[in-house]
């Protein structure tokens, strides 16, 4: 569970930068406090009301070095040039020593984290994006860095000096009538105790609120998402009504919860403050009649005491606003600490990402494997499995059977809950993750094309790849085909602006891409869209191409293309029920008979 002190942790690489532009700011705010006393002293100066010690002490410093008499010139030149100091002097060095270090302190902090965000996106386990979709991961991470970026200038620029300044004018008070302090303290603090627990009350609102806006943003990237498919059910009204019920709850939560509770807020803070106003204007007018204080300190304590009253309202504003960004911070750091799983930072903080450590021949043992994603389903089931080095083993089954989980398991995305998975006699969770899954390729059912070139994607895996070695995988591929008919061949742009892939050709450039690593185990796994002839054709000959030089595993849902797989392993919800050629499980005339005899006739595919 995130709290603040991971706020704190946010800023913390930058403390010592931190206290310096926060103490800069205190000071400049507590300086200002120089003027109400100076015009003060004028004050006294003029109506022949005699000056504060220190001020005469000073006055008559200056005396003695500019050899000037004691008079009323030289106690105006004085305090005239302290003004002037404190506000002309001060002005240009005030943005520079403030304003400036916060926002670099802010805008740092955002590059380092958005990094350790990137960094956190990377290394979460698939699971986590089963159960998050981007719209709402992306929508998270936006606001958290925004409200830590926005938030840290207003806490450290203006809401700790402004304290410090509103207590400044407290011990100048103090110094000149104590019952007036007294006042003025005992109202502050009730004012202040009342906001912040009122406050805590609206972050509960802010967080729920949080999570709402949460839910629609993730149903908006799901809408653009699956936008073809919206369109071709015409849900267009239906998603649009979805989405305006949650925004009208948003609406619920933001105008009759929260903003009525700080209207109600700022209501009860301006009457409390106008009241302790009046109050010290009658309690300082009574002293100053009883000639306990001076017209000068009449004018300074009302001078500073109005302005400490006018600092609340800024004050209970920059809290109120980091009541704001408060859930959105905080639902931000709970995505930083979910945990990584195997796929841990080192991963993606690797000195050398590209060095091979590990050469296979491609030998792999399933040993009494058992898995489910959650502990009360088997998905996986005592499975036991000897693939020798250089095989094509083909994985057949109905859907659900657990094809597809097994070579998850093989990738690492999970682990087992029993047994082992060796490769070559090690097991692979003895294995550096990252070095390992190097050494394995997969081509998924839909191939994942980045916006760039088609050199680019095909050298995805491998970036220092030789154009030669690029052209070979792509003649194994059948690639080359696909290139020689593109306006730019190989610097053709393909993805989000450039040329669309049918199903057939993105397969096709899947596995050239993975050929080029040179992976010892290579993993295919199928596409159920029904390909073309040609296409089909294309990839069967690309496997046959393949196949005896690495070890290669094809999750198979077409039986035509696992007719001379060396090995075929047929699963029937989550068990191994039969291994064989293809001919001796048609032999068998087992559930591989029944599969392909329903194929032969179209009914189906599994
Ligand atoms: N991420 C997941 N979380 C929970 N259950 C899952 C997850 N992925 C798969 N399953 C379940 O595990 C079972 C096996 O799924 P798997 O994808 O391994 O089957 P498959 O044989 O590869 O199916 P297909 O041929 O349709 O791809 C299914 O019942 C599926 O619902």
């Given at each position: 569970?995130?709290?603040?002190?991971?706020?704190?942790?946010?800023?913390?690489?930058?403390?010592?930068?931190?206290?310096?532009?926060?103490?800069?700011?205190?000071?400049?705010?507590?300086?200002?406090?120089?003027?109400?006393?100076?015009?003060g002293q004028?004050l006294n100066?003029l109506s022949n009301q005699?000056?504060?010690?220190?001020?005469?002490?000073?006055?008559?410093?200056?005396?003695?070095?500019?050899?000037?008499?004691?008079?009323?010139?030289?106690?105006?030149?004085?305090?005239?040039?302290?003004?002037?100091?404190?506000?002309?002097?001060?002005?240009?060095?005030?943005?520079?020593?403030?304003?400036?270090?916060?926002?670099?302190?802010?805008?740092?902090?955002?590059?380092?984290?958005?990094?350790?965000?990137?960094?956190?996106?990377?290394?979460?386990?698939?699971?986590?994006?089963?159960?998050?979709?981007?719209?709402?991961?992306?929508?998270?991470?936006?606001?958290?860095?925004?409200?830590?970026?926005?938030?840290?200038?207003?806490?450290?620029?203006?809401?700790?000096?402004?304290?410090?300044?509103?207590?400044?004018?407290?011990?100048?008070?103090?110094?000149?009538?104590?019952?007036?302090?007294?006042?003025?303290?005992?109202?502050?603090?009730?004012?202040?105790?009342?906001?912040?627990?009122?406050?805590?009350?609206?972050?509960?609102?802010?967080?729920?609120?949080?999570?709402?806006?949460?839910?629609?943003?993730?149903?908006?990237?799901?809408?653009?998402?699956?936008?073809?498919?919206?369109?071709?059910?015409?849900?267009?009204?239906?998603?649009?009504?979805?989405?305006?019920?949650?925004?009208?709850?948003?609406?619920?939560?933001?105008?009759?919860?929260?903003?009525?509770?700080?209207?109600?807020?700022?209501?009860?803070?301006?009457?409390?403050?106008?009241?302790?106003?009046?109050?010290?204007?009658?309690?300082?007018?009574?002293?100053t009649?009883?000639g306990?204080i001076s017209l000068g300190h009449f004018v300074m304590?009302?001078?500073?005491?109005?302005?400490?009253?006018?600092?609340?309202?800024?004050?209970?504003?920059?809290?109120?606003?980091?009541?704001?960004?408060?859930?959105?911070?905080?639902?931000?750091?709970?995505?930083?600490?979910?945990?990584?799983?195997?796929?841990?930072?080192?991963?993606?903080?690797?000195?050398?990402?590209?060095?091979?450590?590990?050469?296979?021949?491609?030998?792999?043992?399933?040993?009494?494997?058992?898995?489910?994603?959650?502990?009360?389903?088997?998905?996986?089931?005592?499975?036991?499995?000897?693939?020798?080095?250089?095989?094509?083993?083909?994985?057949?089954?109905?859907?659900?059977?657990?094809?597809?989980?097994?070579?998850?398991?093989?990738?690492?995305?999970?682990?087992?809950?029993?047994?082992?998975?060796?490769?070559?006699?090690?097991?692979?969770?003895?294995?550096?993750?990252?070095?390992?899954?190097?050494?394995?390729?997969?081509?998924?059912?839909?191939?994942?094309?980045?916006?760039?070139?088609?050199?680019?994607?095909?050298?995805?895996?491998?970036?220092?790849?030789?154009?030669?070695?690029?052209?070979?995988?792509?003649?194994?591929?059948?690639?080359?085909?696909?290139?020689?008919?593109?306006?730019?061949?190989?610097?053709?742009?393909?993805?989000?602006?450039?040329?669309?892939?049918?199903?057939?050709?993105?397969?096709?450039?899947?596995?050239?891409?993975?050929?080029?690593?040179?992976?010892?185990?290579?993993?295919?796994?199928?596409?159920?869209?029904?390909?073309?002839?040609?296409?089909?054709?294309?990839?069967?000959?690309?496997?046959?191409?393949?196949?005896?030089?690495?070890?290669?595993?094809?999750?198979?849902?077409?039986?035509?293309?696992?007719?001379?797989?060396?090995?075929?392993?047929?699963?029937?919800?989550?068990?191994?029920?039969?291994?064989?050629?293809?001919?001796?499980?048609?032999?068998?005339?087992?559930?591989?008979?029944?599969?392909?005899?329903?194929?032969?006739?179209?009914?189906?595919?599994?």
């Amino acid at each position: 569970m995130a709290n603040f002190r991971d706020i704190l942790n946010y800023f913390r690489p930058y403390w010592k930068l931190s206290i310096f532009s926060i103490t800069a700011s205190s000071l400049y705010e507590i300086i200002d406090l120089v003027v109400p006393y100076a015009i003060g002293q004028i004050l006294n100066v003029l109506s022949n009301q005699p000056l504060d010690k220190p001020v005469q002490e000073a006055v008559a410093t200056l005396a003695n070095l500019t050899n000037y008499p004691v008079n009323k010139s030289l106690s105006l030149t004085l305090l005239l040039g302290l003004i002037f100091f404190v506000t002309v002097v001060r002005a240009p060095t005030q943005p520079w020593l403030t304003l400036w270090f916060h926002w670099d302190i802010a805008l740092r902090a955002r590059r380092d984290k958005t990094q350790t965000a990137i960094a956190k996106i990377l290394t979460l386990p698939l699971e986590f994006y089963d159960e998050n979709n981007p719209g709402r991961i992306a929508g998270r991470i936006a606001r958290g860095l925004a409200n830590h970026t926005w938030g840290y200038p207003e806490i450290a620029g203006q809401f700790i000096p402004k304290l410090l300044r509103v207590l400044g004018i407290f011990v100048f008070i103090a110094f000149i009538e104590w019952r007036i302090a007294a006042l003025f303290l005992i109202s502050f603090i009730l004012i202040l105790s009342f906001s912040l627990k009122e406050l805590q009350r609206l972050v509960g609102c802010e967080m729920r609120l949080d999570k709402y806006m949460e839910n629609t943003e993730s149903r908006t990237s799901e809408i653009v998402t699956n936008i073809k498919t919206v369109k071709a059910f015409a849900t267009e009204a239906k998603e649009l009504e979805r989405q305006k019920q949650r925004l009208r709850r948003e609406l619920k939560v933001v105008d009759y919860r929260l903003h009525k509770g700080y209207v109600k807020l700022a209501t009860l803070q301006k009457t409390v403050i106008q009241f302790c106003v009046f109050m010290i204007l009658g309690l300082t007018l009574v002293s100053t009649i009883n000639g306990k204080i001076s017209l000068g300190h009449f004018v300074m304590t009302l001078t500073l005491s109005s302005m400490a009253y006018s600092e609340l309202e800024p004050i209970s504003n920059l809290a109120e606003s980091f009541a704001r960004r408060y859930s959105s911070m905080m639902r931000f750091h709970e995505f930083l600490q979910t945990p990584s799983g195997i796929d841990l930072d080192g991963l993606i903080f690797k000195e050398n990402p590209t060095e091979i450590l590990y050469e296979f021949t491609g030998k792999i043992e399933f040993s009494h494997i058992s898995f489910g994603y959650d502990s009360n389903r088997q998905v996986l089931q005592d499975i036991n499995l000897l693939i020798e080095p250089y095989q094509t083993v083909a994985l057949v089954g109905i859907s659900g059977s657990g094809k597809s989980t097994l070579v998850k398991l093989l990738l690492r995305y999970f682990e087992p809950q029993t047994g082992q998975i060796l490769i070559d006699g090690e097991d692979i969770r003895t294995l550096d993750v990252g070095n390992y899954r190097r050494r394995l390729a997969i081509v998924h059912q839909e191939v994942d094309v980045f916006n760039g070139t088609i050199l680019d994607n095909l050298k995805y895996g491998r970036t220092n790849a030789t154009f030669e070695q690029v052209q070979e995988a792509c003649r194994i591929a059948k690639v080359d085909e696909v290139v020689q008919h593109l306006p730019q061949g190989y610097y053709t742009v393909v993805g989000e602006r450039g040329v669309r892939l049918s199903g057939g050709q993105r397969q096709r450039l899947g596995i050239a891409r993975a050929l080029l690593v040179e992976p010892d185990i290579l993993i295919f796994d199928e596409a159920t869209s029904s390909l073309d002839y040609e296409s089909e054709r294309s990839i069967q000959l690309a496997m046959g191409s393949i196949q005896g030089t690495r070890t290669t595993i094809i999750i198979a849902h077409r039986l035509t293309t696992v007719r001379e797989a060396d090995k075929i392993v047929v699963l029937d919800k989550g068990k191994i029920a039969e291994v064989g050629s293809h001919a001796e499980l048609l032999r068998q005339e087992g559930i591989y008979h029944r599969l392909h005899s329903l194929q032969e006739t179209g009914d189906i595919i599994v």
